[in-house]
């Protein structure tokens, strides 16, 4: 278990990660602006800037956002 949350730590830290997440949070926000939906905009970046308000990794504030927002909110989702 230990030797899986050091791969895990080490994933997330990477340059791919965060422009995996930055590719779908940018999906995420244009299918949130086409169903003209403000309070799933919101929540999104109000999520995301709560998340980063606990750590300092972009790609880490952006999945928080994701969650939040296609899971907990039930916004419309990517796919």
């Not at 895990?8 to 965060?18: A, D, E, L, N």
């Not at 997440?21 to 999520?47: N, P």
Request: charged share 15%.
């Amino acid at each position: 278990m230990h030797k899986l949350v050091k791969e895990i730590t080490k994933v997330i830290g990477t340059p791919t990660f965060y422009y995996i997440m930055l590719l779908a949070s940018l999906f995420q926000l244009y299918k949130i602006y086409l169903d003209r939906s403000m309070y799933c905009g919101a929540m999104f970046l109000l999520s995301a800037a709560i998340a980063c308000q606990f750590t300092k990794k972009a790609g880490i504030c952006l999945l928080a956002g994701l969650i939040v927002t296609n899971f907990v909110v039930g916004c419309s989702k990517i796919i």
